[in-house]
């Protein structure tokens, strides 16, 4: 039997595989569910109706002071109109963008939108500074940047973090699941792969007509195969499913990039790309790892322990311990969180400004050769006694 179909076989019939992948497939519809009942109250008509609440309570503040009977003074009368005449242009604002995203008039809506953010960062520069923290301004302005590009677009905004329409809902997936989730349940299943030939110490595989090496090899690529496939089938889900419910989206969503001077975007296919290639890079350097493990440690919990603490608890031990913060960008596995450093958030927590996509390719590809290297030396001496495993 063609050994690629052997394994292939043999992990397909694996309940110890099986499980773990129908708990991803139960995330990502989990994961759908709540971006789409949770997401209202963050959304950008829900943004838009609590503005409208807030200028009505302010006219109806402004209508008490004219009308309460005390006698201000003329600066404080002239204080009072300008305030009234301001909130009530707002709250004309907030209505107009209202009706229009009910009529799906995006575009419309967005202008409106940009109107009121643009008054409050005029406000905040009349008064100095002082009425918005600097951390509020650039918010503000960060979403001022967006409602122009998606005017553009004539594209409905989507709820950051909470992402429904078919790309953006890929983004959430992979900033989300992927660096702890998908990489445990790939690791479970990578183990099981790698370690199931094993019976007391001996390598039953090893019995098949084919050099030592070659087994090594053919085995590191099934497995290089195998969690590419379940990956991008998992990304292709997400798509599907988001798309067939909300509609895709557009490829020039634009997605804020963290700065602290001016605000930054880029479309969401690129993004996407970016996030795509550090995380395959990042499985093929778990397979390999996993591999590598599987030539001194024979039992699968403890393989499975191992591969854990290395690949999921040391990016956390890295960002927890400000020691680490200077050598981050040196672990390869902090870039399996690819969406904070695509998007350059990671910097808001590690003041590191090496950890970036291209440092992010160079380690993980350097990591990769390395292993390989390692991986291919060890089977190379492994090939004189195939049939028995270093005991554990």
Request: a negative charge; glycine letters at 6%.
């Amino acid at each position: 039997m063609n050994y690629y179909r052997f394994l292939l076989k043999k992990t397909v019939k694996n309940r110890a595989t099986s499980v773990p992948l129908l708990l991803l497939l139960a995330a990502i519809v989990g994961l759908y569910v709540i971006n789409q009942t949770s997401g209202d109250f963050f959304s950008y008509t829900g943004g838009i109706t609590d503005h409208h609440k807030e200028m009505k309570d302010l006219e109806e503040y402004y209508v008490g002071l004219q009308n309460d009977g005390v006698a201000y003074s003329a600066d404080d009368v002239a204080s009072f109109e300008a305030g009234h005449q301001d909130v009530m242009e707002q709250s004309m604002w907030s209505e107009k963008a209202l009706q229009l995203a009910e009529e799906e008039k995006w575009g419309e809506a967005l202008g409106y939108s940009i109107n009121l953010v643009q008054r409050q960062l005029e406000e905040n520069e009349q008064a100095d500074g002082s009425l918005f923290p600097p951390e509020h301004v650039l918010v503000l302005k960060g979403e001022l940047e967006m409602y122009k590009q998606l005017q553009a677009l004539e594209q409905e905004p989507d709820t950051e973090g909470y992402e429904t329409f078919g790309f953006n809902y890929v983004f959430r997936v992979m900033d989300s699941l992927f660096p702890i989730l998908f990489v445990l349940i790939l690791a479970v299943l990578l183990t099981e792969v790698f370690l199931n030939s094993y019976k007391k110490g001996m390598n039953i595989e090893a019995l098949l007509p084919m050099s030592f090496r070659r087994l090594t090899a053919k085995r590191i690529w099934f497995s290089s195969l195998l969690a590419g496939t379940v990956y991008l089938s998992t990304l292709a889900i997400s798509l599907v499913m988001a798309s067939l419910v909300k509609g895709p989206g557009h490829v020039l969503y634009p997605v804020l990039l963290y700065s602290a001077e001016l605000p930054e975007t880029s479309p969401i296919w690129i993004v996407l790309v970016k996030m795509l290639t550090l995380q395959l890079l990042g499985i093929l350097s778990l397979v390999l790892l996993i591999s590598l493990i599987s030539f001194f440690v024979q039992n699968n919990l403890v393989s499975l322990l191992i591969t854990l603490v290395i690949v999921i608890g040391s990016p956390m031990v890295f960002k927890s311990i400000e020691a680490f913060h200077a050598i981050v960008h040196l672990n390869p596995f902090t870039y399996l969180a690819s969406g904070d450093v695509v998007t350059r958030f990671i910097l808001q927590d590690i003041p590191n400004a090496h950890a970036t996509f291209g440092t992010g390719i160079v380690s993980l590809g350097v990591f990769s050769v390395m292993l390989i290297i390692i991986n291919a030396v060890l089977a190379y001496r492994y090939e004189k006694k195939p049939m028995y495993a270093a005991k554990t």
